[in-house]
């Protein structure tokens, strides 16, 4: 039987909890995928915290919440060990040392990062970031993209991006369009499909591209943003990347392309959930206060979307309207990482050096298992070199 479907949790000590994920949080390199890999061996295989099948359900439950996959398995299997202390203690272990190591490296960059030495080593990790972004595109399209319509609706969440359209507005309208196509007919599925483009190019079709105006700093609006996207945020923590575009980049004017692709390139150096690029951010942008709202608002909806849908796990797994769901946006998600690849690889890749550092980096990654920090390190190297 399911977690979440009625059993009693045993419980663990919280010290057990607290120390398990504070290890998990300070080593775990190599994005969700690795991360989950590693809480199995852990907790499955080495504590027999729960079962293989229980483990399976939490799974699936996270993929059918928004928010960051890993960081909420970490909050589950809290709450499965230690109930509701448990919940908190493990979400908060798993992200304070990602949170420490990223708030330490934004401190010097603010301080360092405008001098060429750190510049050159910037302009060779940068190419190598969006040689992980495209190979995690890959990965993941393979995984989500599993009919032709489904790629259909994903080249045109694609056009629609690019054409200006919110996404918030692409993620939702796309699972509710493929959740309405699992349950209905071909013929309102074909009416289906029509209606959702209509309704979602009106606004790219109706507006001028307007440049990004720069917006005075507000920590209240800071938090907000944050808050807004880790409620909302389905798919991989790259298309984080095209919610701080829109927000921070062209909306407020308050960082520019460069120290996004900085932000990111820090995220994927750093062990723990990629959602920890919200304290760089949130520190270029705030100093101290703006690294502590940015995390505290991203990270939030998370522990409240696990506590809520944890009793109901083994149904939302069966569901088949919430897996229609699912794949709607997921396959949005991937749309939206690949626009906002396309328009930061323009910054990154502006030579034939960098261009050579993408390709060499994107290689290695499809044909080995090379972990990404030593691609990241490798890029810094050769960009120090190329300075010299």
């Known amino acids: 039987m399911a977690a979440g479907a009625g059993l009693p949790v045993p419980r663990g000590p919280l010290r057990e909890v607290a120390a398990v994920f504070l290890r998990l949080g300070a080593i775990a390199f190599g994005g969700p995928a690795a991360h989950i890999a590693m809480m199995r ?8 915290w729960l079962t293989e099948e229980e483990f399976l359900d939490l799974l699936g439950a996270t993929n059918l919440i928004p928010g960051p996959n890993s960081t909420e398995m970490a909050i589950h299997l809290g709450y499965r060990r230690a109930r509701w202390p448990g919940l908190l203690v493990a979400g908060a272990c798993f992200i304070l040392p ?41 990965s993941l399209g393979r995984a989500a993209v599993r009919t032709p319509l489904l790629a259909a609706i994903g080249l045109g969440v694609l056009s629609l991006y690019l054409a200006g359209v919110g996404e918030i507005a692409l993620l939702f309208g796309t699972g509710f369009l493929v959740m309405a196509l699992a349950a209905v007919g071909p013929l309102r599925r074909l009416l289906a499909v029509l209606a959702a483009v209509l309704v979602l190019a009106a606004p790219a079709l109706g507006r001028a591209a307007a440049a990004a105006a720069d917006v005075p700093v507000s920590l209240r609006k800071l938090f907000l943003i944050f808050l807004k996207i880790g409620s909302v945020l389905y798919g991989s923590g790259y298309v984080l990347l095209a919610f701080l575009r829109r927000d921070f980049v062209e909306g407020l004017g308050w960082l520019s392309d460069r ?10 150096f750093t062990p723990g959930p ?4 919200a304290t760089f951010v949130g520190y270029i942008v705030g100093s101290w206060p703006g690294a502590l709202l940015a995390t505290l608002g991203i ?21 088949r309207l919430a897996g229609g769901f699912l794949d709607g946006v997921n396959v949005a998600a991937l749309a939206l990482m690949a626009g906002v690849t396309w328009q930061l690889g323009r910054a ?21 298992r090379l972990n990404v920090t030593w ?12 300075h010299l």
């Open 41 to 48: 061996d852990e907790v499955v295989r080495r504590r027999q």
């Open 274 to 277: 990629v959602f920890t690029t």
């Open 98 to 138: 990602a949170a420490l190591i990223v708030l330490a490296l934004a401190w010097a960059y603010v301080q360092f990062g405008t001098t060429p030495q750190a510049g050159s080593v910037l302009y060779g990790v940068k190419p190598v970031v969006i040689a992980i972004i495209l190979q995690a595109l890959w």
């Open 375 to 386: 691609l990241l390190l490798g890029g810094a190297v050769a960009g120090a070199l190329a």
């Open 348 to 368: 990154a890749i502006t030579d034939s050096l960098t261009a050579a550092l993408a390709v060499v980096a994107a290689a290695l990654l499809f044909r080995t």
């Open 259 to 268: 120290q996004l692709l900085d932000a990111v390139a820090v995220g994927q």
């Open 299 to 319: 990270f939030l909806p998370s522990f409240i979307f696990v506590a809520a849908s944890h009793p109901f796990v083994a149904r939302l797994r069966r569901s």
